[in-house]
């Protein structure tokens, strides 16, 4: 066994509350842990502190193991919040307030959340008061403020102790246990929990450690939401559990003002996705995102033109990143000074993979991944609160991909992303490949719908208000693409739907494409055929005359063969053997 995997097994067997006390130990009670929203900075002692404090007043609303949800922004607060739970062995399930009320009770319920914790300050600031009302009739809605006024003497003096004897303080659960519940984005169904250990977790940020190589200098900017594993887990607890400062963003949506928060504070690393991050860099003056040594991406495929623009304006490295939640969520990276096109770099240590063939496809096929990252299971409204564990301990990650003999792994997609059309299996993401490179500076999305002769078809949206598709499928052609992966129908919007997390909403995409093509339909059934052409005409006037010459020439063809027939039938007996020969034939 290679040394990082041997250092892997060995540090993830620690529980996340007690790697962040070491950490916090280890780097200094009075250094930077992390720096809010509005640029207040948050030491090793503030949030030690504030998480026992917190954690004693929660503790007594809740029980032990008890899972908590937690709904609020990227920031200072959901980092103390998460710790404050873990301290007293409680478990926080990270809600995603973007999902809509629907989404987030059925979360609940699949994973037995009873009470949320959240903040009325956000609440105000976002507008989601509609949102709280219809959550607070399935759920107890616990406000940190209000916490903030029952504080005892008791849990001043948790803030106090807690962190000089963590040991007589805090609870003591196994590596194995849950450490934290997160939920799927629910793009193809109901969201579904996903319930991660302490061990999985720590073994992710070990894992991608040894990967990707830190320098003592470097300050991170996470403006993606904790909700989502990528955000909480590289994005916040990396850093903070390898004492390197993040600065936390409430949104990634203000496109204009991160530049300008990515300046003001120096920041070195970057997490975003291909779509943030193309925006950030539009919105950015030259020079504003100078300070980036790397920025790291996941959640989507990165484009060159993204690349191209990050190193020749503002002179840093694009690192993508591929995983999913139920891995912690990071499997494979592109490292520093080695970035292939077209892929997403190698494996992480520790991560064993199996490819399945996929019917139709070819040098690639359905990725199956183990590891200690891998998570305990999932927990399914169907079943509310029981943990359902991956299979031996391999999970389907429905990804097709291909790796290759030195590693390298490229993702060519979902399976459940691929159309089949005439027999032959298409992927959507060559089809959004395809017009990234005709129109670089916009995004695209395609969409499978129902197709009467075909099976199935692809249609592309887009936010590109001039598409034609001939451009699509010349460059298709001149560029060796099959021109099935050229889609029959464009449709243009001002804006594609985004999620909260960064990524494309694939299930808005849909729904747009089949509105459109009814519209179309609709329009067309409407409007009174148009007058054909004069060349329409001609060719139609020669089609009939050519049809009526042929059924002239089979009518004289049996006329004939009735006349032969009749003189077979009169022949006298002891007619040649020819006559009788055709009479055979003839009956």
Partial sequence: MADPVKRVERRSKRTIFSAYLTSARKNGASTVALTDGDGKKFTFKDLTRAAFALGGAIARMTTPKERVGVLLPTGAGAMIAFFALLSRGRVPAMLNFTSGPKNILAACQAAEVTKIITAKKFVDI???????????????????????????????????????????????????????????????????????????????????SEHV????????????????????????????????????????????????????????????T??????????????????????????????????????????????????????????????????????????????????????????????????????????????PGVVKPPKEGWHDTGDVVAIDERGYVSI?????????????????????????????????????????????????????????????????????????????????????????TGKIDYLKVKTIAEEALFARAEEAAASPAPEPSKKELKQKAAEERAEKKRLEKEAKAAEKAAKENEQIAEAPPGASNDNRDVKDAAE
């Fill in 213 to 272: 190589t830190l320098l003592p200098t470097d300050i991170f900017f996470n403006p993606l939401p904790t909700f989502h594993c990528y955000g909480l887990t590289a994005g916040a607890l990396w850093p903070i559990l390898n004492g390197h400062p993040v600065v936390l963003h409430p949104s990634p949506l203000q496109v204009k003002i991160i530049p300008k928060r990515i300046f003001e504070t120096g920041s070195t690393v970057l997490f975003a």
């Fill in 126 to 208: 976002a507008g989601l008061e509609k949102l709280m009302s219809e959550l607070g009739a399935g759920a107890e809605l616990i406000y940190l403020e209000d916490v903030r006024e029952t504080l005892t003497w008791r849990d001043k003096a948790l803030a106090l102790l807690g962190p000089v004897v963590p040991s007589l303080t805090t609870a003591h659960p196994k590596f194995d246990d849950t450490g934290v519940v997160l939920f799927t984005s629910g793009t193809e169904g109901a969201p579904k929990g996903v319930a991660l250990s302490h061990r999985n977790i720590i073994a992710n940020t070990e894992q991608i």
């Fill in 412 to 500: 060519r997609g979902r399976l459940k992303r691929f159309a089949k059309i005439g027999g032959e299996m298409v992927s959507l993401a060559v089809v959004e490949n395809c017009a990234s490179a005709v129109w670089p500076d916009n995004l695209h999305a395609a969409a499978i719908l129902p197709d009467p002769k075909k099976g199935e078809q692809i249609i592309l949206v887009t936010d590109r208000i001039d598409a034609p598709r001939g451009l699509l499928l010349a460059w298709a052609q001149s560029h060796g693409v099959a021109e099935l992966a050229v889609p029959k129908k464009i449709v243009e919007v001002e804006e594609l739907p985004v999620l909260g």
């Fill in 274 to 383: 291909d779509t943030f991050l193309s925006q950030y860099m539009r919105a950015s003056e030259d020079g504003a995102m100078s300070s980036l040594r790397i920025a790291v991406c996941g959640a989507e495929r990165v484009r060159d033109e993204t690349r191209q623009a990050a190193e020749k304006r503002f002179g840093f490295e694009v690192l993508e990143g591929y995983g999913v939640t139920e891995a912690s969520p990071v499997l494979a990276a592109n490292q520093p000074g080695d970035i292939r096109s077209g892929t997403v770099g190698k494996m992480l240590p520790a991560v064993e993979t199996r490819l399945e063939p996929v019917e139709g496809l070819e040098n690639a096929g359905r990725l199956h991944v183990r590891g200690p990252n891998i998570m305990k299971g999932y927990l399914t409204a169907d079943e």
